[in-house]
């Protein structure tokens, strides 16, 4: 049963240290053609007419850029800002505990969580991971990759790199009820996972999770170069979400 807007809910994260980017400020409120890079992420999740509330965890210091940022979206009033914890765990479970009482009584049936310093990926991206997850019960995007090969801890190559790797992206979706249990169980046992995926695998080992196909233009803005990279991409081909 659909009422209007989709079921599902999307979790944006903003909480990460940024370190390896080396800015002053938390990368994702830096601007990106426009408008800060947490922006496009919120934008392209708001427009989805398959997602209905739209979390974004913030850092208690960051709530006011953040709160700026949202006012450069269109449909903000579908955006909720919320505060995040000290770790990705930790933040994944405050946008989830903020979506606990509707996942409940079933307003949301699948979550999606992204990385906030994603700005690029396409509406049909969450197609593909919603339909995925909806079937599955879990689907991460996923790009195969060709061009690695295994080298030890000195350098020296020491062979081909196992058949199969694919580069993991967010977003991450699964029906809302096991991600909610599996992160309020991760939270009991003190674990700290780096995807979702990770704490879904320790703790809801039964979720079947799919891979699907991820873009190579879903970037994760890490180093300073890949914001340059980020704004090449939308001078070629402006999304027009948002
Ligand atoms: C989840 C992720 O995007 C997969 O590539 C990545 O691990 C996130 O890393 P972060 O350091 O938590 O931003």
Known sequence: MQHGRGRAAAIVLAGGSGSRFGAAVNKVYLPLAGRPVIAWSLAVMAAHPQVGPVVLV??????????????????????????????RQESELAGLRRLAERIADRRVDVVLVHDGARPLLSADLV??????????????????????????????????????????????????AP????????????????????????????????????????????????????????AGTRPAAG
């Open 179 to 234: 991600l909610l249990a599996a992160y309020e169980a991760a939270a009991r046992a003190g674990f700290a996972g780096t995807d979702t995926e990770s704490c879904m695998a320790r703790f809801a080992p039964d979720v079947r999770v799919r891979r699907v196909d991820g873009e190579g233009r879903n970037i994760k803005i890490t180093y300073g170069h890949d914001l340059e990279v980020a704004t090449a991409v939308l």
């Open 58 to 87: 913030a850092r208690e210091d960051d709530l006011a850029a953040a709160t700026d940022a949202v006012r450069t979206v269109a449909g903000t009033g579908r955006i909720e800002v919320t505060t995040g914890g000290a770790s």
């Open 127 to 176: 197609d593909r991971v919603l339909a995925a997850a909806r079937e599955t019960g879990g689907a991460v995007p996923g790009l195969a990759r060709h061009d690695l090969v295994a080298a030890g801890p000195d350098g020296a190559l020491t062979g081909p790199a196992p058949e199969g790797l694919v580069a993991v992206q967010t977003p991450q979706g699964f029906r809302a």
